[in-house]
């Protein structure tokens, strides 16, 4: 006789034995709450579990989720006096940060580049959009396999160096109408840009030279005209009038670290789980899975940030006009409250939204894991026929192909035995994901 | 303010700003600051640092683009609920509830009310000294620096002098709540907690039965028929003994430190005229302040150096690098408490003086300049001016000393060194 499952009153389980929310909203905040305020500031609030420089240190570098968890877990809202900043660390915080606006704004990497003579990013411009999907859906298959086939000659690869890194480079090159014997320097160029967004005063100059390089170089390329006999970003651009100043400012805010980050970081999550990749590997479906979750489990791009358009109250904080916060990614896809053993990779997770979220960070009432440079969630409901799909879809689809055509095209993927490998920042604040993943590859 | 096109130098790594290294040297980063970076923008820890003389100069005065409070005063929210102090006027910014509470209580520091408490000072100084003049060595700041400012501070507030130690303990704790780290916070609430406690029936019976000590007439003092609430002066009381205590007593240890190491050749003309003591602390106050930095917000964008510092950002004002500049000082790195290029008589809050000469930017300038600063000057020349005249043929015990430093960043505090031994004949 078949015994009735008692009925476990902290969850919510939907059809097909999907939990669909671990709790009924609480008065501990666990539900979902874009706008409420839930406590007032409380009085000899202490913070002695954790020091700010804690989150500046190397060894949150490499492994930032101690720290993060001690947030999440203490100081939801932490005012960190030393970086002159808050962080939000709770997924239901977080989101809800991302979904007001009308208080809290983003600032693009214009302003933190600080490089003169930027133009318009137009990246959000249709005919550009439509040219980027059309080149992620139908160039990845070829670029990848072009690679593969020159990583093959060698016995030993780096996966996260000559892989992950590389690939996305290639695409945007491709997208750029930049050719091979350009590809080369463009990727340097355009990774020192990239780089130059960050605190570092070093790679801030280096960052702003580099962007005047490929504002030459693009410059260049539109006076020449080689973009009339081609069908991509560029041609797109310059169509619509665009300058080489704007080519670079479209290019400075395209996102490269979730696709590069990524596909590393979901390598490092499956050779370090030989099981996990079996399962992985099994089918595309799966490994689309394994790619979701490692955006949940390990995000490249840890945090975010937002800026306070007013003085505010949240989180039982006054939050003060302009005040920065930091909305981490790391912390919030690691919340109990949201995710089952939120430390563990669990390829076929069932608490995770399984597709793009849409309006909102949350699907079938399930959360999705944050993934920050792939922008917030779509606001339309559905795809409609006259928009191309969202980046978050495409650059999924992209990064699960490329790894798929890997898997395929060779036999016995493992990493090189007496190696070590591991997740870590370049500087405090950059992408946290592998930079070392020695592979043998063989021909399949 | 200047708009001179800046050469820029080597780059700063922004790190540099938490190291040890820098708490203890800041002044080679301050030049550089001040020569290729006069704005920089830090962006590891989200501000912006000014750090020439007319710079810092300029923002101390310019009440309408920095303001002092991080919120709006006149929102609906109940202040100094999380200062480790309690409410006071810190946490007012520009507004008219600072200048209500600030004209309250800032006539009792100056003018007839100050010489009122001299004689006292004198009275504690001499009775510090007593306590060790016969051992002919002193540990300058354990057993004397520390001691005399809250001995002051508790006669003035008319405080049980028996409880002068426990006094102590908490402007420590107190100090050290303004650090970043979190269980430094706690330690402060808990001496502000206690001495609330300590200080709540004695503001209540002060009240309503006054006598001639400070804390009775801060509780009566009234502007426009406005007095202080039971809050407020608790609030106050906590900022006296932090800010007027702690920073005396590094002033003084500090004044002394230079005279034993940075200029031992003139220790004998201090020590020969009392009236020098003034000069000492105007020098001290320039060349290494006991502090080094005051922080704003700005209130609209303010462009300078062909740079733009936007709206509601964090600015520095680094004040030990302005009182450096060789824009406004000679030699600035050499301490000479007879340089004719520095104001070296009382200050004051437009920091305009009839000699001409420059002052100092160590007790800010402007509507938040230092409330005590006439007491400080007075407590620190009188106490040094002391100890100079009972002492004979003193001198650093030890040759070699690691010098001033500021505390870690996790902790609030003030620049002093950690020990001043000093020698002398019986």
Known sequence: MKVKEAKDPTKIVGKNGVVLRKSN????????????????????????????????????????????????????CYRDWLSNCYWITRYNDVTSIFSDDANFETRSKNHFLRAEGLGKDMGSELPVLFAQEKSFDEDTSRITSKLIEELLTNRTVDLATD???????????????????????????????????????????????????????????????????????????????AKGKDVVATLLNTDHETMHGALSNLWFNMLTSPDKFEKARSSKRMLKLAYLETLRHSPPVLSAERFALREIERFGRLIPEGARLICSAGAANRDPRIFDNPEEFTVDRRDMCQREPRGQYRADGLASGIAFALGRPSIHPAVPEDRPRSMYAIIRDASVSASQILIESTRGIQLEKDETVYLSCLTVGEMHTCWKLPVSLQAG | MSEETVELGPEIDPRIFDSKEFQKDPFPIYKQLRDHHPIYHDRFHNRWILSRYWDVDGAFQDNGSYDRAMYKADGPYDFGSRHVFGPNILEYGNSDEHRRLRNIVAGQFVGQKLQDFIPMIHQISEEVIDRFIDSGEVEIISQFASQVPIRVISNMLGLPREDEDTFVTWYQDLIAGLGFGGEHLMRGLNARNEMWDYIDPLIKKRSVDPGEDLLSRICTAEIAGSRMSSDEVKGFVALLLAAGGDTT??????????????????????????????????????????????????????????????????????????????????????????????????????????????????????????????????????????????????????????????????????????????????
């Open chain 1, 163 to 241: 892989f992950a890194a590389v690939l996305p480079l290639k695409i945007l090159a491709e997208q750029y109408g930049v050719s091979d014997e350009e590809s080369s320097q463009f990727g340097h160029r355009y990774w020192r840009m990239q780089r130059g967004t960050s605190w570092d005063p070093r790679l801030q100059m280096d960052g702003k030279n580099a962007a005047q390089e490929l504002l030459d170089f693009f410059a260049g390329k539109i006076r020449s005209g080689e973009h009339k006999d081609m069908e991509n970003c560029l041609s797109a651009m310059v169509a619509l009038g």
């Open chain 2, 249 to 426: 007593e590094k002033a003084i240890a500090n004044m002394w430190y230079h005279l034993m190491y940075t200029r031992p050749d003139q220790m004998e003309l201090a020590l020969s005229n009392p009236d020098i003591w003034e000069n000492v602390f105007a020098e001290m106050m320039r060349f290494d302040p006991v502090v080094h930095a005051q922080f704003r917000y700005t209130t609209r964008e303010i462009p300078l150096y062909n740079d733009v510092i936007p709206e509601r950002a964090g600015v520095i004002l680094y004040l030990g690098a302005g009182n450096r500049d060789e824009r406004a000082f000679k030699n600035p790195d050499t301490f000479d408490i007879l340089r004719d290029d520095l104001h070296m008589g009382r200050e004051n809050r437009s920091g305009r003086y009839k000699d001409g000469k420059n002052g100092h930017l160590g007790f800010g300038i402007g509507q938040h300049f230092c409330m005590g600063y006439a007491m400080a000057r007075q407590e620190s020349a009188i106490a040094c001016s002391k100890l100079a005249a009972r002492v004979k043929k003193p001198r650093p015990k030890n040759m070699v000393h690691p010098g001033i430093s500021s505390p870690s960043i996790d902790s609030g505090g003030f620049r002093s060194p950690e020990e001043l031994i000093m020698e002398f004949d019986k």
């Open chain 1, 25 to 76: 909203y609480d008065s501990e905040g666990s539900g979902y709450r874009t706008y409420e305020v839930y406590q007032r500031e409380r009085v000899g609030e202490s913070t002695e579990k954790i020091k700010p420089s804690q989150l500046i240190s190397d060894s949150f570098r490499f492994d930032p989720y101690p720290s993060l968890e001690i947030l999440r877990e203490n100081y939801p």
